[in-house]
Each structure stands twice: as structure tokens, then as C-alpha cells.
């Protein structure tokens, strides 16, 4: 039996070539380069702004656990609570990408300071406009 490691449907992300795929895989390096760097001293909201040039700031719509919908300015408080406070790193499994939507699987590890790990299994549909800015998140988790 073949392991899930190496299983076929596993992406070899060196091996995406799709315009929105290539950008998702940009925007979760710059959610771990970002998370790394909120540890740091002085780290503000403005920390964020990498990460804001991908999006259509205005039109963002983040949807998560329990179908929360936020715009950008609820999300970056909330990605800044989070980053300051967690140790985060994600085994990257499969993206696909039809038409202006992107659907990428994680095995994402959260370990809040002072706290346990916890792991969950995502799946994330990432939404593009036609200038390649992305508007929307779905955010679909599998919990233990």
C-alpha cells in the first residue's frame, strides 16, 4: 500500500505552474515569513502589508470557523493576535485551480505559547478577481 506521503494526489509544489496557484503559494510563505516576524519587538500592524498588497484590501471577505465573515481590518486584528502569540507551520498536501479559485490542503500545527499544539487538516478555497488580487476566503477545518 502506498503511503500518503507519496501518494500521486500529493502536489509536488515545485511542480505548480497555475498563475492564482503560484500566487497562493505566495501568500502562505508570507503568512509563515510574517508569523515568524511578530515575535519580534516592535512588531505593528503594518507588519502585515506584504500580505495586504495581495488583496483587494476593499473587497476581502474572509469567511472561517463557524462561518465568521470578516473584511481585511477584522482579519488583520485577528492575524495579529494570532501571530503574536502562536508558533505555526503547515505540511503543504495539494492545490488545484479552476478558473479564478484555488483549493489548497494543510495539515496546519498551532502551538500557542504556554498552551498544547493543536492540528487540524484545512482546506481553503482562495478567490481571485480579474486584476489577481484575492477577495474572498473559505476556510474549511478538520479537528480531532
Known sequence: MTSLK?????TDRDAVTGEFARKVLA??????RTVEKAKEPGF???GWDELAAM?????FRRVGNDKVDMGWDVYRKLLMMWATTT???????????AGDRVFLELTEHNH???GTESVVNSCTVYQFDHAGKLVHLDIYLQHD
Open 6 to 10: 507519496t501518494a500521486s494526489t500529493w
Open 27 to 32: 501568500y502562505t510563505d508570507c503568512i509563515k
Open 44 to 46: 505593528g500592524e503594518s
Open 55 to 59: 488583496l483587494d484590501t476593499a473587497k
Open 87 to 97: 508558533d505555526f507551520w503547515a505540511e503543504f498536501h495539494r492545490i488545484s485551480e
Open 112 to 114: 500557542p505559547r504556554g
